[in-house]
């Protein structure tokens, strides 16, 4: 029998998406949400498309030679995208070709060899005269005699060599893990209130990570808190939307009613008050935009503002669900988080904060629902200013 | 806009400004080539050296091109206590000497050296007793800064020159005059290493300058082509040297006009701590530089004046640019009297400014200062 390398095969990417495919009858619109996704992002470069293969999807490039080293980062930040793996497609699924193929991939990915593997057959086509494991053990035993320094190891190996036999056959050997979760906008969407900490981003990053949209909103308080401290959130937003592929941030003008709180309110419950205000503030903004929570960063304990008393005062200022994706977590765990998504070195960049004076030295770690309610209620034309504030929100589309 | 943050950085002037433009578009050449395309680069470049010579009364030969300020105290300080440290391992330095020189000292420290670190009073002074008494036969380097650039205290580079020398006539002094070259009288005679910056002059960032007293040995810190007699190899960079040298020829043509008017500017802007209360002046409000105003609004967040003056388009610092980027929360103006730092905002002066900006600022704050007021951290 003869074949003709190279004219019955082509290079794809494997995009893998794990739990959709348990879904029912809503999973033709994630996958269909996911393949505009991919699609969009992948826009400014020529020649690629994308198909569904039964349970997965395929990029492959019809004009031009796949590019792996701009292609895979970009799909690797696609949140609902779980690995993607660079390999092979064949139309020739004959055991002769498959052979050949699985060793032209195998060199072009370990060309000196040393290392273990083993081959697997996965044979959705079951019309194919041969069992998988017959197939394993015929390509395994093709590549490990035509490669030097191979061995083979069935338990543990270094390289699974995968070979799919499905419409086409599909060989590939590496799996390059991506963010997981659900494709961007397929859960609904909610505001998440981000200050330029380490926290607030991680959070935003969480609840993108499960399909909800995010809008972000930052209260921006000159003169007491400088252009660079806002330059950091639009950096940080910036940065949530190489996942997101484009985030709108909410820039509020907060100093007034922050000043407000000030004149009202004695120090240590400032910041509770404060707080209660933001929850306010945000809701509008996002009962505007079709939000349906809130998201903040708040980790159980934390700070002062953050103690299980503190949120029971915080909470109701808003009827929205107020989600807390870290409130369980350590710190050293949320930074582990800043750290992989990129967002930990912007955080931490030293803008001195001169938000200082809303700050104060002992605050209350326990306060009463009731007292703070009935203070609140007292300060003169809160509502008012929270509502100019809104007005005068500026919008950023990143 | 009003600028008033000269110490951070000038405006290139004009002058500067068109002669680098001409130089660049018609000499590129290395000055190192042998062509004469070359050696018309290596002209200007001697033309530079005798301009800024001529500004501290040196020999043109005993000035050497750094890449800047930093890099010249840098040198200074670990070249020569690398030169001399057979000869004996005590080095001295003040508690008010930018991060360049500063943190020169803590690496001289490091190697082994034994650093003292004399005080200020409170008007930014040292106290040349305490220099002398620190000042021993063991020891091979002091290092003072002329004018500092946070408060704008003047120190008396002469007489601690002097001395320096009465004590022990091998040790070595250096001063910092990055704040002082092209604004105040200084003399090569007072020092055995000047360091200088062009930037600060209303020239090119990116260029500084040394000068080392004939005789003086100062090790290289950098190695490889021979540029500046070996000392510091790497291509020179020729355009911005040629700025420096234009805008040091302007500055000592007009050096007693301009310090007369920015001490104009700076007295006006001065009359503010008659107009409100609980104002203070960090450094010497009669005696300092007239080119550095530092102020403590008390109750007032240094930063927070500093972004309400900003969006009234005028511009000045809390502190030294090159500390704001640290996390240390005392600043170099604590030293004088605590607690003062986080309240302090610096005015700096060029002669480009105006006595009529100085009037606007004062208006300004006479607004913008009991707003903040009554706002303080509680």
Not at chain 1, 257 to 270: D, F, G, N
Request: with cysteine; net charge negative; hydrophobic share 40%.
């Amino acid at each position: 029998m003869i074949f003709i390398m190279g004219e019955n095969m082509r290079n794809i990417l494997l995009v893998k998406y794990g739990e959709i495919a348990t879904r029912g009858k809503n999973r033709y619109l994630i996958e269909n949400r996911l393949i505009w996704t991919i699609i969009k992002r992948l826009e400014p470069y020529e020649g690629y498309r994308v198909y569904k293969e039964q349970g997965r999807l395929l990029i492959v490039n019809e004009k031009k030679d796949f590019d792996y080293e701009t292609v895979i980062p970009i799909v690797l930040n696609i949140l609902g995208v779980t690995a993607v793996c660079p390999g092979i497609e064949i139309t020739d699924q004959s055991i002769e070709s498959l052979r050949e193929h699985a060793l032209v991939h195998f060199r072009e990915h370990y060309p000196n060899g040393g290392v273990s593997f083993k081959v697997i057959t996965k044979r959705a086509d079951k019309r194919y005269p041969l069992t998988g494991n017959e197939v394993s053990a015929d390509v395994g035993g093709y590549v490990l005699h035509n490669i030097p320094n191979l061995t083979v190891d069935v338990h543990a190996p270094d390289v699974k060599l995968m070979v799919e036999l499905r419409n086409n056959a599909y060989i590939y050997s590496r799996v390059i893990m991506g963010q997981g979760g659900l494709p961007y906008g397929t859960s609904g969407k909610a505001t998440v209130l981000m200050s330029g900490g380490i926290d607030s981003p991680v959070s935003a990053y969480l609840v993108a990570k499960r399909g909800v949209e995010i809008e972000a909103c930052y209260f921006d308080s000159p003169p007491y808190t400088s252009e660079r401290a806002k330059q950091k959130v639009i950096d940080l937003a910036s940065r949530l939307a190489d996942f997101t592929g484009g985030i709108r941030l909410h820039i509020v003008p907060f100093t007034e009613v922050q000043l407000r709180i000030y004149e009202s309110t004695p120090p240590e419950k400032m910041t509770i008050l404060l707080k209660r205000a933001m929850l306010k503030t945000a809701e509008k903004i996002a009962r505007s935009n079709g939000s349906m929570a809130l998201v903040t960063g708040d980790s159980i304990a934390q700070v002062a503002s953050q103690t299980m008393e503190a949120i029971n005062a915080i909470d109701p200022a808003s009827d929205m669900p107020v989600l807390r994706p870290l409130c369980a977590m350590d710190k050293q765990e949320i930074i582990d988080i800043a750290l992989k998504i990129g967002t930990y070195d912007i955080s931490v960049r030293p803008y001195e904060d001169c938000c200082t004076i809303f700050v104060a030295k002992h605050p209350e770690t326990k306060p009463k629902r009731s007292i703070i309610e009935s203070i609140e209620s007292k300060i003169s034309d809160l509502d008012s200013l929270i509502d100019e504030a809104v007005q005068n929100t500026e919008i950023m589309e990143l | 806009m009003i600028y008033f943050d000269n110490a951070s950085t000038t405006r290139m002037s004009d002058e500067a400004f068109e002669y680098m433009c001409s130089f660049i578009k018609e000499n590129y050449a290395n000055p190192s080539s042998l062509h004469s395309f070359g050696f018309e680069a290596e002209k200007e470049l001697d033309k530079a050296r005798k301009a800024v010579a001529a500004v501290i009364g040196s020999d043109a030969e005993e000035i050497y091109f750094t890449s800047g300020g930093t890099e010249a105290n840098n040198t200074a300080v670990l070249g020569a206590a690398s030169a001399y440290g057979r000869l004996g391992r005590r080095v001295i330095t003040s508690s008010i000497e930018h991060p360049s020189v500063a943190d020169s000292f803590k690496e001289l420290e490091k190697r082994g050296f034994e650093v003292i670190t004399l005080g200020v009073d409170e008007k930014g002074y040292i106290d040349t007793d305490e220099l002398l008494n620190a000042v021993n036969e063991d020891t091979i380097l002091v290092s003072i800064m002329c004018v500092n650039n946070e408060f704008g205290t003047v120190q008396d580079i002469e007489k601690i020159y002097s001395a320096v020398k009465g004590k022990n006539r091998n040790c070595i002094f250096h001063t910092d005059c990055v704040q002082a070259f092209c604004k105040h009288d200084i003399s090569c005679r007072n020092a055995d290493i000047i360091t200088m910056s062009a930037h600060k002059i209303n020239a090119s960032k990116g260029v500084g300058a040394m000068y080392i007293k004939k005789g003086v040995r100062v090790n290289n810190l950098h190695f490889g082509g021979g540029q500046e007699k070996g000392f510091r190899p790497g291509t020179e960079n020729t355009y911005a040297i040629a700025s420096m040298g234009r805008a040091a020829e302007l500055a000592l043509e007009n050096m007693a006009d301009n310090f007369k008017h920015v001490g104009e500017v700076r007295k006006t802007l001065l009359s503010i701590t008659d107009e409100l209360d609980n104002v203070y002046v960090n450094g010497d409000a009669e005696n300092g530089s007239p080119y550095i105003l530092n102020l403590s609004f008390e109750n007032v967040k240094g930063e927070v004046l500093l972004h309400a003056l900003e969006s009234e388009g005028i511009y000045a610092a809390t502190g030294a640019a090159c500390s704001s980027r640290t996390k240390e929360k005392k600043k170099i103006v604590d030293r004088l009297n605590d607690g003062r730092g986080k309240s302090a905002v610096r005015f700096s002066f060029s002669a480009e400014n105006t006595v009529e900006e100085a009037e606007r600022t004062v208006e300004c704050l006479k607004r913008l200062v009991p707003q903040l007021r009554r706002f303080v951290p509680r």
